[in-house]
């Protein structure tokens, strides 16, 4: 783990100087999600653009990064439409803010329950039920 933070705050450095917003995919437990914020924290200007692909994280999560990071999006993928799977992501969506959102297939590697791989072509079903859902008017 310290060999890829030190990778890490190296291409954080790189975005700085070049001016290029980050892409974090942060997987793993809430301490890996401390670590990775924390050391952005330490590295980055608050107002920083940064993109979270595939945010699976919680309300709480989301509001620690949006609280650190005003100009933070949030990637919304498959999981929205799975449910069974994801009981809660539902939830996540409904209490973020549509401007802090960006819709993502991660295809192939993200599939919906009814699928045994992703598509591009998912856009279009990740959208309908953003739309749908209760939270969105």
Avoid at 57 to 78: A, H, L, Q, V
Wanted: charge should be positive; glycine fraction near 2%.
């Amino acid at each position: 783990v310290e060999k890829q933070i030190k990778f890490f705050e190296k291409q954080i450095v790189i975005a700085v100087k070049r001016d290029l917003p980050l892409v974090i995919h942060c997987r793993g437990d809430e301490r890996t999600d401390e670590i990775c914020l924390n050391t952005l924290v330490r590295l980055l200007p608050k107002h920083f653009k940064l993109h979270r692909h595939c945010f699976n994280g919680d309300e709480m999560m989301y509001r620690k990064w949006k609280t650190s990071f005003p100009n933070c999006k949030f990637g919304i993928s498959p999981f929205i439409l799975n449910d069974q799977k994801y009981p809660k992501y539902r939830s996540l969506v409904c209490n973020m803010k549509l401007k802090d959102i960006v819709l993502e297939t991660d295809a192939p590697y993200l599939h919906s329950e009814f699928e045994d791989f992703g598509s591009p072509l998912m856009i279009k079903d990740i959208y309908e039920k953003l739309a749908n859902i209760s939270c969105v008017a």
